[in-house]
């Protein structure tokens, strides 16, 4: 599976704009960027992939590197509940592949 | 909006006992999935399910586990004899295809606690 990088911790104020990274250097040209994210003790939560271009959706924005070695999950104003762990993924949908999670982010929001 | 959905909630057994989990994916979705966590640590991929066959196992996922789709509706992880280390939370996915495959949708966990 291809790898990918994600700082442990990043800290945010509340309703201030987010940037949480992830670096994929060994992507393949078929695999998507998936960011999932998990609530305190809830199941993990699906928030947002991509391809190629920067993506937008209800509850986020994915900036997308032009070399795709990269990508950043953009939450516009972060609340108290966005306060999670964010998993940056690899999936490659040319055929079944399960999704396997790493340790993520863990992101705090600052009141 | 369509959920997937667990039962039980919380469960707990002692050790040695059979332990059955449901879930109830979402109704179109055709890959099923199961993972488990372990308090303070990763989510970890057990098994997947597609086309009424197992399609992917992790080594966890030893004979002591099996799943089934015994209706067309629910999918159910059942644990022949619970060990203490099997306590976690585990968490039922499902997806559709294609592009979408890799949008899995979670319930909310179901809680073993194995005494």
């Known amino acids: 599976d291809a790898k990918t990088t994600q700082p442990n911790s990043m800290e945010s104020n509340e309703e201030e704009p987010v940037h949480l990274p992830c670096n994929h250097s060994t992507i393949s040209g078929t695999d998507y960027i998936h960011w999932y994210r998990q609530l305190p003790s809830q199941g993990p939560e699906y928030v947002i992939h991509?391809?190629?271009s920067n993506v937008n959706n209800r509850m986020a924005s994915l900036a997308i590197a032009e070399d795709r070695k990269s990508s950043t999950l953009i939450l516009h104003r972060a609340t108290l509940r966005d306060a999670a762990v964010y998993y940056c993924i690899l999936h490659n949908s040319g055929g079944y592949q399960k999704v396997t999670f790493g340790t993520g982010t863990k992101l705090q929001v600052i009141p | 909006e369509p959920e997937v959905t667990q039962t039980p909630s919380h469960q707990v057994t002692q050790m040695g006992q059979e332990v059955i989990l449901r879930c109830v994916p979402i109704s179109n979705h055709l890959y099923f999935y199961w993972y488990r966590q372990i308090l303070g640590q990763k989510v970890e991929f057990l098994v997947s399910?597609?086309?009424?066959?197992?399609?992917?196992k992790s080594e966890i996922f030893d004979d002591q586990f099996s799943v089934e789709r015994p209706d067309g509706s629910n999918f159910t992880l059942k644990i022949r004899s619970t060990k203490l280390e099997d306590s976690a939370m585990y968490f039922c996915a499902s997806s559709g295809i294609g592009a979408r495959a890799g949008e899995l949708f979670f319930g909310e966990g179901s809680r073993l606690t194995v005494l």
């Open positions: 399910f597609y086309n009424n066959e197992i399609s992917e």
């Open positions: 991509g391809l190629t």
